[in-house]
């Protein structure tokens, strides 16, 4: 199964990885026209109805696939109004070749009435996954009429990926200004690439759903990439605040680690980032940056007797980042760990802290951050093989029952079901602090995504502001320029 959103990330990884939208639609079309030919006998009429975007760009592709078949085709919609260059694109290929597919230019008008009425299979190719909200005109009357025909009739209606009207992700159908909740019935799904949440239920249960493959290579769902940044678009409307608030707790025998995960918070787009570590070092952490909030505690290191101002500082941000440059001193352990035992929000664990998360009952929800050794001292699986590697620690994941990314050339990201990996980043950085980098990068985007999510974006951004690095000055990277580069790394738009 496959979200929307999670599909839209997909295809802009493919598009990364060589193989571009269109290439994509040329496949869809294709499909559709095959599963056109099962359905339609020689000679049968096809109405195609198109819409404005990219679901109706698949039908213009069916269309040419199906000039060669012995069916009438007939596209209903408005060319004038089709609205993404592929479509586009495709639309003026179906008219330079002069296929002889009829094109009606107004759907609701009585002459259209009549293509669908006599039509012996209907492809449904107005709205896919870009629906939002209940259908509107012209779109809403076309679904009625394709209602109206199919009903009592032999009519096959075959929806192009989502029935138009239906929400992929949850099957529902928004209610009209008319009370009404219109969606075309669909006889038949052909939905790309994999099966939609909301599909099965957007029917009657009778229609068929085929799922086909359009060439979307695995590895734009298991390796990171640009279209994992897309969840980051922000709304133009947003407000302070929900962008969220990071507190990093660290610091004691290094200064320098919880500084580097807290710059890397704002950076990394959280809107306030505050620090609690010893008080010894607050002067310190607050001098590398004006934009940190620093709260100190007595002493050198943290301790049990400092959790109440912790737990205080911890209850209103929305995630905390454990454990950068804390050290693994007893007491801080025996902090980390009842910390862990009373928290239920969202953490990320990293460096000494972690090796307290095997052994502790917690209802919080967590991103674990080892490198290699840190996740043997946690008792976690090793193997050289990054693939082997991946197995091992996802099982390692659903014991623990929290998502782990294990830091490596190829970093592997799991909630122990499902599996991402991470390739960008160099040699440059096994320089010392980029995991504490890492850690704030990930906490900040705890804050709007879930885990797993959070932790592919992070590594993502992570590895891509270092490479970003290194191609402009060769390696001697330092850690706090790749905070510097993490704004161009995580960029939507680039
Ligand atoms: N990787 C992918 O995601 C692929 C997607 N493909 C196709 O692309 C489709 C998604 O394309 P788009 O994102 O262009 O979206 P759609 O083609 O589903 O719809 C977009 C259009 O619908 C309009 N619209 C939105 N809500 C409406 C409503 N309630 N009433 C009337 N009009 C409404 C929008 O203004 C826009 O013009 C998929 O369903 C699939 O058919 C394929 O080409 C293959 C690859
Ligand atoms: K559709």
Request: hydrophobic share 45%.
């Amino acid at each position: 199964m496959i979200t929307a959103d999670r599909m839209a990330a997909v295809d802009a990884n493919a598009a990364a990885l060589g193989v571009p939208r269109k290439q994509l639609m040329e496949s869809a079309g294709n499909a559709i026209a095959r599963e056109v030919r099962t359905i339609a006998d020689p000679g049968a009429t096809v109405t195609v109805v198109c819409g404005r975007g990219n679901n109706g760009g698949d039908a213009f592709v069916a269309a040419r696939f199906l000039s060669e078949y012995d069916v009438r085709v007939r596209l209903l919609g408005r060319s004038e109004s089709i609205s993404t260059a592929i479509a586009r694109e495709n639309w003026d290929a179906l008219d330079a070749a002069e296929i002889d597919a009829e094109a009606v230019v107004d759907p609701t008008g009585e002459p259209d009435r009549l293509a669908l009425w006599d039509a012996d299979v209907i492809v449904d190719a107005m709205l896919g996954t870009g629906v939002s909200g209940p259908l509107r005109e012209p779109e809403r009357t076309v679904a009625k009429r394709i209602t109206e025909a199919a009903s009592g009739t032999d009519t096959a209606v075959l929806a192009v990926d989502v029935p138009s009207g239906v929400d992929a992700d949850t099957g529902e159908i928004a209610v009209g200004p008319d009370g009404e909740r219109v969606a075309v019935p669909a006889d038949r799904i052909v939905t790309f690439h994999d099966a939609k949440p909301g599909l099965a239920s957007a029917t009657d249960a009778e229609a068929t759903v085929a799922v086909a493959d359009i060439g979307i290579p695995d590895a734009a769902e298991l390796f990171t990439g640009p279209g994992d940044l897309l969840g980051l678009d922000r709304d133009p409307m947003s407000h302070k605040g929900d962008h969220g608030e990071v507190l990093i707790v660290g610091g004691g025998p290094y200064t320098g680690a919880p500084t580097l995960a807290a710059r890397a918070a704002l950076r990394a787009g959280a809107d306030l980032v505050h620090v609690a570590c010893p008080e010894s070092i607050a002067r310190e952490v607050q001098g590398f940056s004006e934009n940190l909030i620093v709260h100190g505690f007595p002493g050198e290191i943290l301790e049990p007797e400092h959790l109440d101002r912790i737990s205080e500082l911890a209850s209103g941000r929305d995630v905390v980042v454990f454990g950068p440059g804390l050290g693994d001193a007893d007491p801080t352990l025996t902090a980390v760990e009842r910390f862990l035992e009373a928290y239920d929000g969202r953490a990320v664990i990293d460096a000494d802290a972690l090796q307290v998360v095997p052994n502790v009952e917690t209802d919080a929800t967590l991103v674990c951050t080892p490198h290699q050794g840190e996740l043997r001292a946690m008792g976690g699986p090793s193997a050289d093989d990054w693939r082997e590697r991946s197995d091992l620690v996802r099982e390692f994941a659903a014991d623990l029952g929290q998502t782990v990314l294990v830091k490596g050339a190829y970093d592997v990201i799991t909630d122990g079901e499902n599996l991402r990996v991470n390739r960008t980043g160099n040699p440059g950085m096994t320089v010392g602090g980029t995991g504490d980098v890492l850690a704030g990068a990930v906490g900040a985007v705890a804050c709007t995504q879930r885990p797993l999510q959070a932790a592919a974006i992070g590594a993502y951004a992570n590895g891509r502001a270092g490479d970003l690095v290194v191609e402009d000055q060769g390696y001697g990277l330092v850690a706090t320029d790749l905070i510097d580069r993490i704004p161009e790394a995580v960029r939507t738009d680039a």
